[in-house]
């Protein structure tokens, strides 16, 4: 048998075992339920995202601001250094251009540090926020006797009834207005 014939028969029988085969037999036995969640809604309707995104942006801007400051006072060093070339020694001159590029390389490190620990409290943030949503839906879905709870990508066909989506929602942001973000920069 050809590898393509293998294939299409393996997926003939999964279509079969789905569509009504022995797996909705299966379901039908044991009183399994399934419900759907549309993540796109969750996540754009969530408020604990809003807060991720608002913190993110609040301290991002607070980096950008000490980056402005930063960027202002080396420009300052150097049009200093350029006005005390006249007056300096070579050595000294020299001296002073090593501690501006000590400088400038420490700037840069900063804001790399920085880039950094925003990057990594926003995926933080998200991370506690993926926890809560398992924890809201699995309540959610205890409550409706929900056996198993899917994202709506993942089925073909639901009945109305058991999307869970609004439920969550509400839910999520009643439990989880919001989650703080720590940004660390070590």
């Not at 926890?131 to 993942?154: F, S, W």
């Not at 439920?167 to 942001?173: A, D, G, H, K, S």
């Amino acid at each position: 048998m050809t590898e393509f014939k293998r294939i299409g028969l393996a997926l003939a029988l999964a279509f079969g075992l789905v569509a009504g085969g022995s797996t909705g037999l299966w379901a039908d036995e044991r009183g399994t339920r399934v419900a759907i969640i549309e993540m796109e809604r969750i996540i754009g309707e969530a408020v604990a995202i809003a807060s991720i995104q608002a913190q993110g942006e609040a301290q991002r801007r607070v980096f950008e601001e000490e980056s402005m400051r930063e960027a202002e006072r080396l420009r300052a060093f150097q049009e200093e250094l350029q006005q005390q070339q006249a007056l300096l020694t070579a050595e000294a001159m020299e001296e002073r251009q090593r501690a501006f590029n000590a400088e400038l390389t420490a700037a840069d490190e900063r804001a790399r540090l920085r880039g950094q620990a925003l990057q990594r409290a926003v995926q933080e943030g998200e991370i506690q926020f993926r926890i809560a949503l398992g924890t809201v839906v699995a309540e959610v879905a205890e409550r409706h006797a929900i056996d198993i709870v899917l994202p709506v990508h993942n089925s073909i066909f639901a009945v109305a009834e058991f999307d869970l989506t609004d439920q969550v929602i509400e839910r999520m942001n009643e439990a989880f207005p919001e989650i703080a973000l720590s940004f660390d920069e070590n």
